[in-house]
């Protein structure tokens, strides 16, 4: 008797079928799959970093090498104050930002830095405000100008 008359299986066999022009073959059945569903691991794509605005308002000496009052800034949510100066530097040229920072890594003494109305004199401070965004005002007060 052929496998599948019966309706039987034979596993990786093909089974025939009797019909009324004769036998017919068929394809050998799948094995089934259990009844657990198994996930498709899929790897999670990858999380687009996210931007704080910052606005940086320049008084004093500063104010009048600027173009632009604030000066915005798009930069990476846990940006600190020096990454703001540093790309104040990409946008106004090293000379204007060493007035700010003639010591590496550290602000001028006739340079005031606050954040949010805060003041800050580690150029380490994250500048995040819980991803809105961020007033930065930066004086440079000259000694002519009764700092």
Not at 88 to 96: I, L, Q, T, V
Request: net charge positive; proline share 7%.
């Amino acid at each position: 008797m052929l496998a599948g008359n019966s309706g039987e299986h034979l596993p990786g066999r093909e089974a025939a079928k009797m019909t009324a022009t004769g036998i017919e073959l068929m394809p050998a059945p799948q094995p089934r799959r259990s009844a657990r569903r198994t996930r498709a691991t899929v790897a999670p794509e990858p999380r687009k970093k996210r931007n704080i605005t910052v606005r940086i308002w320049p008084f004093g000496l500063l104010a009048t090498q600027v173009t632009e009052r604030p000066l915005v800034l798009h930069l990476p949510a846990d940006a600190s104050t020096g990454d703001a100066i540093a790309a104040m530097s990409d946008r106004y040229g090293r000379a204007f930002v060493r007035q700010l920072t003639p010591e590496r890594g550290e602000l001028a003494r006739c340079c005031r830095l606050f954040v949010n109305g805060e003041p800050v004199e580690d150029l380490s401070v994250t500048l995040s405000a819980g991803g809105g965004a961020v007033d930065v005002e930066i004086i440079l007060i000259m000694g002519y100008e009764g700092g």
